[in-house]
């Protein structure tokens, strides 16, 4: 069995499943609900999802999309009319049979995803061309019935946006869902500080109803891969099961292309999974609640004077847009310090008496240099120089996370070229083999290695060969990322 470090929690580099389920709660992200595989969030880890909406909700807005809101009951019936749909999520339905003490004339299905219930809505809302594109979003909760559920990464409700957009063209369609799938993987890199890979996903790994599927996929520090947000073309499959239907130009009568695409709390997850190590917690700054917390030090009478210009510093910080917390609790400094630690704050700023009186604060990066000790180096800073630098400072931080976590990915990456070398390489880390696209190979590959195919790069090199495992034709012109995942 790990042994608990001093923060009471299993080090990351000791046991990865233990650590994900203790920092958790210790880190008071979430809590399990009553029900079996729901979670409570809790106010910290809901100010992590606030932060990542907002930043990724302007986005969407940015690109000409408006928010809406779909109802959560779904006629059983609704999903029926799209075959691949309903097999695909048949197994994770939650569906009400009974309401008002009576039995329900048509099942209601809890939502599990949107594309069945707007698409009804929106073979009514569009009748000509003038009408199209159709650019909307949901923020919303869903409900998948999830056997082996894990806090953020799979749980049977949880929140999520999903977008869905209707459009004259299949050309006009594709270019939204690789914009989108563009909007994530910069979102990833830019807010959460995570480098995805980008691809399209094998036809065994699709969105069940999608004609084609993009995933961006981060890679946690066990080298296992978490997709992370999908895009999908879904051509005029739903358009067929639901009438969306539009007289174009020419008065002739024509199927509306549709996408949908989204992004959950799991990327919550992959904050924790991408940048957490044995301390805990390690947040980018654009996600931390707390971007800086100042502790003031000092007994009596002597802790005044540091409290009080600790608030007038985090005062100055809010008004420069940064997120300042003054940690005053009557606790040993050691205390909060690994508090904070814990719970991934960015900077932490000492202020003790003879540093009031110096005139400086004493700030120490989460992740940094460290002195002969194995101690975060600490930066002398006079208060106005604190206050101006602090901005800048988050930015490169976040720059240091984004290249810490590519450099690890590139080092756990590697091209394979027989089976051997390929269940070595998914034991670590990303796998990039030649593959020759058969579902039935997939299904060996899993079941010999745990791994599947997570995506074919959109960038990778043209390469042709033999299929890593049987030996047939390479389907793709290029390698596919396999990986064992979450």
């Given at each position: 069995m790990a042994k608990k470090s001093d923060l009471g929690v299993t080090p990351l580099s000791e046991d990865v499943s233990a650590w994900y389920n203790e920092l958790v709660f210790k880190a008071e992200l979430a809590d399990r609900g009553p029900a079996k595989g729901t979670m409570v969030i809790r106010p910290y880890g809901y100010r992590v999802w606030e932060?990542?909406?907002?930043?990724?909700?302007?986005?969407?807005?940015?690109?000409?999309?408006?928010?809406?809101?779909?109802?959560?009951?779904?006629?059983?019936?609704?999903?029926?009319?799209?075959?691949?749909?309903?097999?695909?999520?048949?197994?994770?339905l939650a569906v009400v049979t009974h309401a008002g003490g009576k039995e329900l004339?048509?099942?209601?299905?809890?939502?599990?995803?949107?594309?069945?219930?707007?698409?009804?809505?929106?073979?009514?809302?569009?009748?000509?061309?003038?009408?199209?594109?159709?650019l909307i979003n949901q923020w919303a909760n869903v409900v998948r019935w999830e056997l082996r559920p894990r806090v953020f990464l799979r749980t049977t409700e949880f929140l999520w946006q999903e977008g869905h957009t209707a459009h004259a063209s299949k050309d006009e369609a594709m270019e939204e869902t690789l914009r989108m799938f563009d909007v994530y993987a910069e979102f990833a890199r830019n807010v959460a500080a995570i480098p995805m890979v980008q691809g399209e996903k094998t036809p065994g790994e699709r969105f069940a109803g999608a004609v084609a599927t993009f995933s961006i996929e981060g890679m946690m520090r066990d080298g296992k891969a978490l997709q992370s947000g999908t895009s999908h073309y879904l051509g005029t499959n739903f358009a067929k099961a639901f009438d969306i239907s539009f007289q174009d130009e020419?008065?002739?009568?024509?199927?509306?292309?549709?996408?949908?695409?989204?992004?959950?709390?799991r990327m919550i997850g992959a904050v924790i999974l991408a940048h957490g190590d044995d301390q805990g917690l390690v947040l980018p700054p654009r996600l931390a609640p707390i971007q800086v917390v100042i502790v003031p030090i000092g007994r009596g009478e002597q802790a005044e004077g540091p409290r009080a210009k600790a608030h007038e510093l985090a005062a100055q910080l809010a008004e420069a847009g940064v997120r300042a917390h003054v940690d005053d609790r009557d606790a040993s400094p050691g205390f909060k310090f690994n508090d904070w630690e814990l719970k991934g704050v960015p900077?932490?700023?000492?202020?003790?008496?003879?540093?009031?009186?110096?005139?400086?604060?004493?700030?120490?990066?989460?992740?940094?240099?460290?002195?002969?000790?194995?101690?975060?180096?600490?930066?002398?800073?006079?208060?106005?120089e604190f206050v101006a630098a602090v901005p800048d400072r988050l930015d490169v931080y976040h720059e240091l996370l984004l290249e810490r976590a590519r450099t690890f990915r590139d080092e756990h990456s590697a091209p394979v070229d027989d089976f051997d070398a390929f269940e070595a390489q998914v034991a670590v880390g990303f796998a990039c083999a030649l593959h020759c696209g058969e579902a039935s190979c997939e299904d060996d590959i899993k079941a010999a290695t745990a791994a599947t195919p997570r995506c074919i790069p959109v960038d990778g090199d043209a390469e042709e060969g033999a299929c890593v495992r049987c030996g047939k034709a390479s389907a793709y012109g290029k390698r596919v990322v396999f990986a064992r995942a979450y």
């Amino acid at each position: 069995m790990a042994k608990k470090s001093d923060l009471g929690v299993t080090p990351l580099s000791e046991d990865v499943s233990a650590w994900y389920n203790e920092l958790v709660f210790k880190a008071e992200l979430a809590d399990r609900g009553p029900a079996k595989g729901t979670m409570v969030i809790r106010p910290y880890g809901y100010r992590v999802w606030e932060l990542l909406q907002s930043q990724l909700d302007q986005r969407f807005k940015d690109t000409g999309h408006v928010n809406a809101s779909f109802p959560l009951f779904i006629p059983e019936s609704y999903l029926k009319r799209e075959a691949e749909h309903v097999e695909g999520f048949s197994p994770e339905l939650a569906v009400v049979t009974h309401a008002g003490g009576k039995e329900l004339e048509e099942p209601l299905v809890v939502r599990p995803t949107s594309e069945t219930i707007i698409g009804e809505m929106y073979s009514k809302w569009i009748s000509s061309y003038r009408d199209l594109p159709i650019l909307i979003n949901q923020w919303a909760n869903v409900v998948r019935w999830e056997l082996r559920p894990r806090v953020f990464l799979r749980t049977t409700e949880f929140l999520w946006q999903e977008g869905h957009t209707a459009h004259a063209s299949k050309d006009e369609a594709m270019e939204e869902t690789l914009r989108m799938f563009d909007v994530y993987a910069e979102f990833a890199r830019n807010v959460a500080a995570i480098p995805m890979v980008q691809g399209e996903k094998t036809p065994g790994e699709r969105f069940a109803g999608a004609v084609a599927t993009f995933s961006i996929e981060g890679m946690m520090r066990d080298g296992k891969a978490l997709q992370s947000g999908t895009s999908h073309y879904l051509g005029t499959n739903f358009a067929k099961a639901f009438d969306i239907s539009f007289q174009d130009e020419n008065n002739e009568l024509q199927l509306a292309h549709t996408t949908s695409w989204g992004m959950s709390t799991r990327m919550i997850g992959a904050v924790i999974l991408a940048h957490g190590d044995d301390q805990g917690l390690v947040l980018p700054p654009r996600l931390a609640p707390i971007q800086v917390v100042i502790v003031p030090i000092g007994r009596g009478e002597q802790a005044e004077g540091p409290r009080a210009k600790a608030h007038e510093l985090a005062a100055q910080l809010a008004e420069a847009g940064v997120r300042a917390h003054v940690d005053d609790r009557d606790a040993s400094p050691g205390f909060k310090f690994n508090d904070w630690e814990l719970k991934g704050v960015p900077l932490r700023v000492e202020l003790g008496p003879r540093d009031l009186e110096a005139g400086h604060v004493l700030m120490a990066q989460r992740i940094g240099e460290l002195d002969d000790k194995g101690r975060a180096v600490k930066d002398t800073l006079g208060f106005d120089e604190f206050v101006a630098a602090v901005p800048d400072r988050l930015d490169v931080y976040h720059e240091l996370l984004l290249e810490r976590a590519r450099t690890f990915r590139d080092e756990h990456s590697a091209p394979v070229d027989d089976f051997d070398a390929f269940e070595a390489q998914v034991a670590v880390g990303f796998a990039c083999a030649l593959h020759c696209g058969e579902a039935s190979c997939e299904d060996d590959i899993k079941a010999a290695t745990a791994a599947t195919p997570r995506c074919i790069p959109v960038d990778g090199d043209a390469e042709e060969g033999a299929c890593v495992r049987c030996g047939k034709a390479s389907a793709y012109g290029k390698r596919v990322v396999f990986a064992r995942a979450y």
